[in-house]
């Protein structure tokens, strides 16, 4: 029991009404599954997926050198982001640890004044402000909307038809990581080609108060064609399929972004926080992220220990039953020379061995 | 089977106890309660025929996608019949956690046990305050 009052989502009172069964997911109270965590996993890749990711810290930087000063602080190069564009990053320690990984915006506002939007995660949103301000130069203002907006992300097949029908102006020219300002069931949003499934779709970012409208109105909607509300339950076995890695999983202050398989996330050509320390590493011995299948139907978990011929070799980071390939998978973390596609492990799920393999990651990748 | 008979465990197993040839015959399931916060059932490890099991040891384990519980024996005595059909019908469960989703019988060496399990309705008041 937690006597530390959660904090609720502008849709948290629906989320209750409609069966959502509330946990405690880094001091929000948010929806962990509805009905059936399989049946909103494949709603979501089979038609359309709703979720209240609006637990997740949304930021805003104004000023001239906005772009300029996020650009230090993220290990991907956002200084020539186009106005409409979005970049996928890290926040490094000095030591080159992850805070945090965040998506840039490049957005402009009616009269075409730039600013710049971030989404951090839930758990690291106190930690990444401090750390901003500690950083921040006199000349840029930043804010923090988390409270006063809501964010629905809206994925799936069908997401982009469901959610045009809400959203003023043609969004079909919108390509992956693009978004920008719009009018949303006639309320100023922001809409984002973005999303943590795998699958095609979009995040729309609200006035807290108009969030339940917009989300009534895009359930109708998805309803009527085999879609749901997903809770977090499906949010973790859809990410966890398209390989997607969660903070406080898959990346930590202790792992480096070479270790997590995100070497598309530095751009050596840009001076950022961590760059002197994550050049000097030697990178060549530190366990690496690695997908499993298991051989058998036993699920690995967070913390189960990996072996090779009897010698912890390493550790499981999240796992789950894949509903899509139906089978259990896993991410995890092992020494180098057991990286290899097809390399036999051995899974320790509670004091028995069950064999696993090496696979390729994504899991799962949509046609 | 109707559930009037049964004792439940505060672990969410249900038992049903019959007397064969002389011995008592625990038939062992899960809840439909239990079966239903569960949801989304994906393995089901069976006890060993022949295994001694001791009222409130782990003697199973259901996993759900989103995590693994123990099954806890709920009385004393020795596995004498697991349900082998059920670890491939697990959605099964869903519609019948009594008849056909019984996971094992134990012969009872011991039955002091007996006088922890509740009836029907202490049980579903248990799950009331839980929830």
């Given at each position: 029991m937690t006597t530390e009052i959660l904090k609720k989502t502008p849709l948290h009172d629906w989320h209750a009404a409609?069966?959502?069964r509330m946990v405690d997911f880094t001091g929000w109270s948010m929806p962990v599954?509805?009905?059936?965590?399989?049946?909103?996993?494949?709603?979501?890749?089979?038609?359309?997926?709703?979720?209240?990711?609006?637990?997740?810290?949304?930021?805003?930087?104004?000023?001239?050198?906005a772009l300029a000063f996020i650009d230090r602080l993220v290990t991907r190069k956002v200084a020539d982001l186009k106005p409409g564009r979005i970049r996928y990053g890290l926040v490094c320690k000095e030591d080159g640890g992850i805070l945090d990984d965040v998506l840039t915006y490049h957005l402009q506002d009616s009269s075409g004044a730039s600013y710049v939007w971030m989404v951090v995660n839930a758990g690291n949103r106190?930690?990444?402000?401090?750390?901003?301000?500690?950083?921040?130069?006199?000349?840029?203002?930043?804010?923090?909307?988390?409270?006063e907006t809501a964010m629905i992300a809206v994925q799936g097949p069908q997401a982009i038809s469901i959610a045009q029908r809400f959203i003023e102006g043609d969004i079909s020219d919108l390509k992956y990581y693009q978004g920008r300002e719009a009018t949303i069931l006639s309320h100023s949003g922001i809409v984002s080609r973005t999303g943590y499934t795998g699958e095609d779709g979009v995040e729309l970012t609200v006035p807290a108060e108009s969030a339940i409208a917009i989300w009534e109105a895009l359930h109708v909607a998805a309803s009527e064609i085999g879609?749901?509300?997903?809770?977090?339950?499906?949010?973790?076995?859809?990410?966890?399929?398209?390989?997607?890695?969660?903070y406080g999983h898959e990346l930590s202050e202790e792992i480096t972004p070479i270790q997590a398989g995100l070497g598309f996330a530095l751009s050596w050509d840009h001076d950022f926080i961590g760059k002197k320390a994550l050049e000097a590493i030697d990178q060549d011995t530190l366990p690496v992220r690695v997908g499993l299948v298991m051989q058998d139907r036993r699920v690995p978990r967070e913390h189960y220990l990996l072996f090779s011929e009897g010698e912890q070799v390493?550790?499981?980071?999240?796992?789950?039953?894949?509903?899509?390939?139906?089978?259990?998978?896993?991410?995890?973390?092992?020494?180098?020379?057991?990286?290899?596609?097809?390399?036999?492990?051995?899974?320790?799920?509670?004091?028995?061995?069950?064999?696993?393999?090496?696979?390729?990651?994504?899991?799962?990748?949509?046609? | 089977?109707?559930?009037?008979?049964?004792?439940?465990?505060?672990?969410?197993?249900?038992?049903?106890?019959?007397?064969?040839?002389?011995?008592?015959?625990?038939?062992?399931?899960?809840?439909?309660?239990?079966?239903?916060?569960?949801?989304?059932?994906?393995?089901?490890?069976?006890?060993?025929?022949?295994?001694?099991?001791?009222?409130?040891?782990?003697?199973?384990?259901?996993?759900?996608?989103k995590a693994v519980s123990d099954i806890y024996a709920p009385v004393t005595g020795e596995v004498i019949a697991a349900n082998t059909a059920l670890p491939d019908n697990l959605d099964s469960l869903h519609e019948d956690a009594y008849d056909n989703g019984w996971i094992a019988k134990i012969k009872i060496t011991d039955d002091s046990a007996l006088g922890d399990l509740m009836d029907l309705a202490g049980y579903e008041k248990m799950c009331a305050e839980e929830a």
């Open positions: 409609n069966g959502g599954q509805y009905k059936s965590i399989i049946d909103e996993h494949n709603a979501t890749r089979n038609a359309v997926g709703l979720f209240d990711v609006s637990h997740m810290a949304r930021f805003r930087f104004d000023g001239d050198s106190e930690k990444i402000a401090a750390w901003i301000e500690q950083h921040l130069p006199e000349e840029v203002t930043f804010t923090d909307h988390t409270e879609g749901h509300a997903v809770g977090l339950g499906a949010r973790d076995t859809l990410r966890l399929e398209a390989a997607m890695p969660l390493g550790e499981v980071t999240s796992g789950s039953q894949s509903p899509t390939l139906g089978s259990p998978i896993a991410m995890a973390y092992v020494a180098p020379q057991f990286a290899e596609e097809d390399t036999p492990l051995e899974v320790d799920v509670r004091g028995k061995r069950h064999p696993a393999k090496v696979v390729p990651l994504p899991f799962y990748k949509r046609k | 089977m109707s559930t009037d008979n049964l004792l439940f465990a505060k672990t969410h197993e249900w038992v049903k106890v019959e007397e064969s040839d002389g011995a008592k015959i625990a038939t062992v399931g899960i809840s439909a309660h239990a079966i239903e916060a569960l949801n989304d059932l994906v393995y089901l490890e069976l006890p060993e025929v022949g295994k001694e099991v001791t009222a409130g040891e782990s003697f199973g384990e259901i996993e759900s996608v």
